[in-house]
Nanobody
Framework: QVQLVESGGGLVQAGGSLRLSCAAS????????MGWYRQAPGKQRELVAI???????NYADSVKGRFTISRDTAMNTVYLQMNSLKPEDTAVYYC????????WGQGTQVTVSS
């Protein structure tokens, strides 16, 4: 079991940057995979980026080259660096952890103004 707490969301102009953080309540090195998902109003939740226990990463095509997922195992924290933000990136961003089950954080709002 794990508790996840996201932070770092906010309002930013198009072209700007934000860094999201996801603090886990346990050693993240033992977690199979951790990721960031997002859900915009009226849309389904979608995968943004994922990082495996081995450190490999994968990204949605829409964010490749703009977003970077990383982790600090000493801090038990996963980050999502978001650059060149676009209005279509506006959504609630959720942290996710896959162990035996799937766990979610409470979400953090990201709003990108044009």
């Amino acid at each position: 079991q794990v508790q996840l707490v996201e932070s770092g969301g906010g309002l930013v102009q198009a072209g700007g940057s934000l860094r999201l953080s996801c603090a886990a309540s346990r050693n993240i090195a033992s977690i199979n995979a951790m990721g960031w998902y997002r859900q915009a109003p009226g849309k389904q939740r979608e995968l943004v980026a994922i990082i495996s226990a081995g450190g490999s990463t994968n990204y949605a095509d829409s964010v490749k080259g703009r977003f970077t997922i990383s982790r600090d195992t000493a801090m038990n924290t996963v980050y999502l660096q978001m650059n060149s933000l676009k209005p279509e990136d506006t959504a609630v961003y959720y942290c996710n952890a896959l162990i035996m089950n799937t766990y979610w954080g409470q979400g953090t709002q990201v709003t990108v103004s044009s």
